[in-house]
T-cell receptor, first 115, second 112 residues
Framework: EAGVAQSPRYKIIEKRQSVAFWCNPI?????LYWYQQILGQGPKLLIQFQNNGVVDDSQLPKDRFSAERLKGVDSTLKIQPAKLEDSAVYLC?????????????FGQGTRLTVV | QKEVEQNSGPLSVPEGAIASLNCTYS??????FFWYRQYSGKSPELIMFIYSNGDKEDGRFTAQLNKASQYVSLLIRDSQPSDSATYLC????????????FGKGTMLLVSP
């Protein structure tokens, strides 16, 4: 079974530029998460999809971040315009079920550096 | 704000010893609990999950859950240098969805 795929692996942009990350979850997984992990901290949930609907985006900075999950499969996370404090690893994860008792599996992440 | 607390460490143990990693959570209604291992520069990898009070063993790993005390722990027996990593505790709050809230992680260093 293929894992969660993310691209790109690394991205360096200047502040005020825009950037997009792509995620392909494990086949058949209904739930998809985007997490932001700043160095030395645990992952922070940005947005959670169940199929193609949003169930939690309470910590997403909606003035600059947006995300979509078309047809309940792939997802894209966009930042526009980027700030220095957005430098982090952006992790995509997926889980099979919509219930709490299911494990989430992570992709390799995208390391974003904003200069 | 539902919180998950972990001692950031580092926790240093000699090879062959038992490493004990602890986690507390604020939401009393939390239902499921996960331990992830994260090597430096890598993504989190699931190693254990536990849903019921008591102990759950998997090889050298034992997860312990005490819902009354809102406390979950991970024991690693016969620690190896390859166990050196950051261990993240994740909790599914009683939100009705499969949301995971993570702690900041505890760094474990196992010395040869």
């Amino acid at each position: 079974e293929a894992g969660v795929a993310q691209s790109p692996r690394y991205k360096i942009i200047e502040k005020r530029q825009s950037v997009a990350f792509w995620c392909n979850p494990i086949s058949g997984h209904a739930t998809l998460y985007w997490y932001q992990q700043i160095l030395g901290q645990g992952p922070k949930l940005l947005i959670q999809f169940q199929n193609n609907g949003v169930v939690d985006d309470s910590q997403l900075p909606k003035d600059r971040f947006s995300a979509e999950r078309l047809k309940g499969v792939d997802s894209t996370l966009k930042i526009q315009p980027a700030k220095l404090e957005d430098s982090a690893v952006y992790l995509c994860a997926s889980s099979r079920s919509t219930h709490g008792n299911t494990e989430a599996f992570f992709g390799q992440g995208t390391r974003l550096t904003v200069v | 704000q539902k919180e998950v607390e972990q001692n950031s460490g580092p926790l240093s143990v000699p090879e062959g010893a038992i490493a004990s990693l602890n986690c507390t959570y604020s939401d009393r209604g939390s239902q499921s609990f996960f331990w992830y291992r994260q090597y430096s520069g890598k993504s989190p990898e699931l190693i254990m999950f536990i849903y019921s009070n008591g102990d759950k063993e998997d090889g050298r790993f034992t997860a312990q859950l005490n819902k009354a005390s809102q406390y979950v722990s991970l024991l690693i027996r016969d620690s190896q240098p390859s166990d050196s990593a950051t261990y993240l505790c994740a909790v599914n709050p009683n939100s009705g969805y499969s949301t995971l809230t993570f702690g900041k992680g505890t760094m474990l260093l196992v010395s040869p």
